[in-house]
């Protein structure tokens, strides 16, 4: 029997545990896609418990603290620091299989050398341990640095005046980089009631106002071009759905009157819009040298109640099973007309897994012929970042792509220790390979495998996510 998650967690082989532990252990991150506060990036953060890095916005544990019967005055309600803490310790256990349990410990012995597994027993002694080392000064950047971190991409809105990016970017003695992503959502979700207050906002930093579509789109380049200076190199979409349909100018202007009047949209006008905006985007990043990202197939606010009383992105999300293989590759192969943006596709839902993995192989190249694997298939995201969704996703890139091309692994995260999960990703690209030369699949090369290791941990998104 192994230890409990030993120096050799996850490897099975010894070519799996040469691998991680002689290329990948020591590898620096690019986390090309999380949700951080990068004001407490610019003031160095420093937190008082572990409560306030672990529960104050982690719709996992969150999640799994609903499902085990917890009330939810110790998950966002006013318990102490410390009872919520105690809550989330007794439902460890329980928590066998699930990758909240073993991000949890990987998070205890990076940062704070804990090996002891967190339950109720345990924790009042973790506790302590943790506060200690957290009051000693142990802030945001500290955990960044350890992590050996080189580049953070923010998500953020068009809006944003990116006061704390550009902060950043005068202090020679935080030598990472943070970077701002676009995320317009707001201003492609037309039926919804967040549109007009958003378009309001943006002719608001733009210092105009907004009557038409034309003057809409102009507002956005200047936007873009105002994260660009800011050292923006990538995008990111989230939808539940892609909509695609054919329209001109006019008749999206007039879709575009409509919501701003208060009018109601039919499904169709929605998918004109969304298919119009979208493809002027994808333009204009192809023209900036930026990466587009596109995350499809979630289900959002599923539960109205608790949606209405603690807001989006709190745990009651799900996947969608909207189809998707049509859609997307009418608007790739309509935006290629232009320039196709270098793209990356993530599906929630794995059934769509083969009709992404497929998909990039319809765009392998840039619209110069320059470089492979221009239209990437994500990692496993979000409900599928466990073991199986990571081996899941790594197979078929392999099966139906070049998986040494791979640009790797993502926090997608609100938290400064969940880069602990590139190490998990790390361990599972590892065995993976390992497999592959224990069963006689590939030879046992390993500088060769080593470098691909490498590649795949970080070289390869350093490459990809860059100016053309």
């Known amino acids: 029997m192994k230890a409990f998650m030993d120096a050799d967690f996850l490897l099975k082989t010894d070519t799996a545990k040469k691998l991680y532990h002689q290329f990948a252990a020591d590898m620096p991150i690019y986390d090309f896609h999380c949700h951080v506060k990068v004001d407490e990036i610019s003031r160095n953060a420093v937190y008082e418990n572990i409560t306030q890095v672990w529960l104050y916005g982690d719709h996992y544990k969150w999640r799994a603290m609903r499902l085990c019967g917890i009330d939810e005055r110790f998950i966002t309600g006013d318990a102490s620091d410390y009872d919520r803490f105690l809550a989330y310790a007794r439902i460890m256990p329980l928590l066998i299989g699930n990758p909240v349990y073993h991000w949890t410990h990987l998070e205890l012995k990076t940062y704070f050398d804990i090996s002891t597994p967190l339950d109720e027993a345990s924790a009042p002694g973790i506790w302590e341990k943790t506060k200690e080392k957290l009051r000693s000064g142990f802030g945001v950047r500290d955990m960044i640095n350890q992590a050996k971190v080189t580049k ?10 990116l006061e704390h990016h550009l902060a950043l970017k005068k202090e020679a003695s935080f030598r990472v980089q943070v970077l701002p992503t676009f995320r317009p959502d707001k201003g492609l979700e037309i039926t919804k009631d967040t549109f007009v207050p958003w378009v309001t906002g943006l002719a608001k930093v733009c210092g105009t106002s907004i009557p038409d579509y034309a003057t809409f789109l102009a507002c956005l380049d200047q936007r873009m071009d105002f994260f660009d200076s800011c050292g923006c190199l990538i995008s990111d979409h989230g939808m539940e759905s892609l909509l695609y349909a054919q329209s001109s100018k006019d008749e999206v202007d007039t879709i575009f009157r409509k919501a701003l009047a208060g009018e109601t949209l039919s499904l169709p006008e929605e998918a004109k819009y969304k298919t119009a905006v979208l493809l002027h985007l994808a333009a204009r990043y192809h023209q900036l040298g930026w990466v587009m990202q596109l995350h499809m197939g979630a289900m959002r606010g599923n539960n109205r109640i608790m949606k209405d009383k603690l807001g989006p992105d709190t745990g009651f999300d799900s996947v969608n099973d909207q189809q998707v293989a049509v859609q997307l590759s009418r608007f790739l192969d309509q935006a290629n007309d232009a320039g196709l943006p270098k793209t990356i596709l993530y599906t929630l839902n794995p059934k769509d897994n083969y009709v992404l993995g497929s998909m990039m192989g319809n765009f392998p190249q840039g619209p110069r012929g320059s470089g492979g694997s221009h239209v990437q298939f994500g990692c496993a995201w979000w409900f599928n970042d466990h073991i199986d969704g990571m081996t899941e996703q790594l197979k078929i890139f392999a099966n139906l792509g070049v998986l040494p091309r791979f640009v790797g692994m993502l926090t997608d995260s609100r938290s400064f220790l969940s880069y602990t999960r590139h ?25 060769s495998l080593g470098r691909m290791v490498q590649d795949i941990s970080y070289n390869n998104a350093l490459a990809f996510i860059g100016k053309e």
Not at 152 to 161: K, Q, R
Not at 423 to 447: K, S, T, W
């Open 152 to 161: 953070i991409c923010s998500t953020d809105d068009p809006l944003d005046n």
């Open 423 to 447: 190490d998990y990703f790390r361990r599972i690209l590892c065995n993976f390979f390992g497999d592959l030369v224990e069963n006689g699949e590939y030879p046992a090369n390993l500088e």
